[in-house]
């Protein structure tokens, strides 16, 4: 390379010596109006030839200077960046080693080399959280959003922040912005559906279930997001039926037995509207109109506390025997018959119907307490002693416990939602191994009443 700009060098030097030979004449340049300079013709060529090589070399200096300045500034940055993958990857090994002091040192170290890191502000913000100091982590999680205001993961971690000081508003107004950015993050409806159930705002969550119910990504979850959506349409009715919105709770609840025929809580909701209506004969005559379809027990339950309380029991003993006769060997059916003979005072009936009950053993210690009623009731202490084995509770002699057929809790009083497991239409008389082995471990719950 130098070989052959020396040879451009001297070639261009004789030239200008084979031009100077043969153009000898002056030039008149004009510096000002009254300076007034003669110089050979190529002596004007060297002047004009070295001022574009000085200005040449003058743009490559900068050029080169600006060049070398850059690659300094990115080896600076590089290396930066490489002491904050190392310092991240050392936090994170920490963190996965439980050892959350020295994850704390390197994230802050990470802080000191670039202030606005994202990853290090919501990692330090997720160990603040773990710590319940909230305080500190709504400051990082601010901070991230503030570096990288386009973050998700900023936005969703700040509003379950927000969420645990109680700030519920606040909250789902940072899901909202997330699910604006993108309308199925699956981790935004969730985080949202929850704080609008605690809300129990259900009209918002049936129009958020129905999102999520498209989000679904295969059947099998289609399924139980579609089983949540008509739970909460069930409670949207139930809310209107108690706000005494009668009309609105009507359609609510016809609108679930449409999605779910056996959807018993909605039909006991619909037959309460009916009684609220004034229209107590046709609660009764809907709920056995459906009982004769489904022969549930709840709404038999229900159906016995109706006509007990318009005083029509011949009604009632009618549609048990009925029922009897069609299923004679339906031992849950006799002994409801028992319990009813029982709240009738009629304690032979009582007593022939819990004799022709096949294994009586799968309804203690209910049937029991009945027989130890009515013996108490006919002074037999002794015998009455005997079928008790403890103190005699009278409020709870005719009162049977109910269980979650899909978590196995155990509750006093019905509800159309499980409290422990948050299920639908799962709830069913604790008898005959209608609760699943293991459930109920936690004892005898109160439940919603609904009846």
């Known amino acids: 390379m130098g ?10 030097l004789a030239v200008i010596a084979y031009l100077a030979v043969f153009n000898r004449e002056s030039v008149t340049i004009f510096v ?13 060529v060297l002047i004009s030839a070295t001022a574009g090589a000085l200005l040449m070399l003058i743009v490559y200096t900068i050029r080169d200077t600006r060049r070398l300045i850059e690659n300094i500034q990115t080896q600076k940055r590089q290396k930066r960046r490489d002491r904050v993958q190392a310092l991240h990857s050392r936090a994170l090994g920490a963190i996965y080693a439980g050892n959350r002091d020295a994850a704390v040192e390197a994230l802050k170290e990470i802080l000191t080399e670039d202030r606005e890191n994202t990853q290090a502000l919501l990692r330090l913000g ?7 100091d909230l305080k500190r982590a709504r400051e990082y999680f601010k901070r991230a959003r503030s570096a990288e205001p386009d973050n998700t993961e900023a936005l969703l971690s700040l509003a379950r922040v927000r969420e645990l000081e109680g700030e519920y508003e606040e909250a789902l107004g940072l ?7 993108d309308h199925h993050n699956v981790r935004a409806l969730y985080r949202k559906r929850e704080i609008l159930e605690r809300l129990g705002r259900w009209g918002e969550l049936v129009d958020l279930q129905r999102g999520v119910v498209k989000a679904a990504h295969n059947e099998g979850e289609k399924k139980r997001e579609q089983e949540r959506l008509i739970g909460y349409k069930y409670e949207y009715g139930r ?19 449409k999605l779910d025929k056996g959807f018993i809580p909605a039909h006991l909701g619909l037959a309460e509207v009916m009684i609220q209506e004034q229209d107590t004969e046709g609660a009764i005559n809907y709920l056995e109109g459906i009982y004769r379809q489904g022969r549930s027990l709840i709404v038999l339950a229900r159906l016995e506390d109706l006509l007990l309380s318009v005083e ?4 009632l003993i009618s549609l048990y025997k009925q029922s009897v006769a069609e299923e004679p060997g339906d031992s849950v059916l006799k002994f409801f018959l028992a319990k009813l003979y029982y709240r009738l005072e009629m304690l032979d009936d009582a007593l022939d119907v819990i004799q022709g009950i096949e294994s009586p053993s799968s309804f203690l210690p209910e049937i029991a307490k009945i027989r130890g009623g009515i013996y108490l009731k006919r002074g ?17 002699t005719l009162r049977l416990p109910y269980c979650c057929t899909d978590c196995g809790e155990v509750f006093e009083e019905w509800s159309g939602r499980c409290p422990s497991c948050g299920r639908w239409n799962t709830f069913y008389f604790r008898i005959r191994g209608a609760c699943p082995a293991g459930g109920g471990g936690a004892g005898i719950q109160q439940g919603r009443t609904e009846r």
């Open 312 to 315: 029509q029991p011949s009604r």
């Open 3 to 12: 070989k052959a700009v020396t040879f451009i060098f001297i070639l261009f």
């Open 175 to 181: 899901l909202d912005e997330a699910l604006r950015k």
């Open 239 to 257: 809310e209107a039926l108690e706000a005494g919105e009668l009309e609105k709770a009507k359609k609510a609840f016809r609108t679930v037995i």
């Open 32 to 44: 000002t109006g009254d300076t007034v300079y003669e110089i050979p013709k190529i002596a004007l």
């Open 380 to 396: 037999q202490a002794e015998m009455a002693a005997e079928e008790f084995r403890s103190a005699l509770d009278m409020k709870r």
């Open 126 to 132: 997720e160990l603040a959280l773990e710590e319940r």
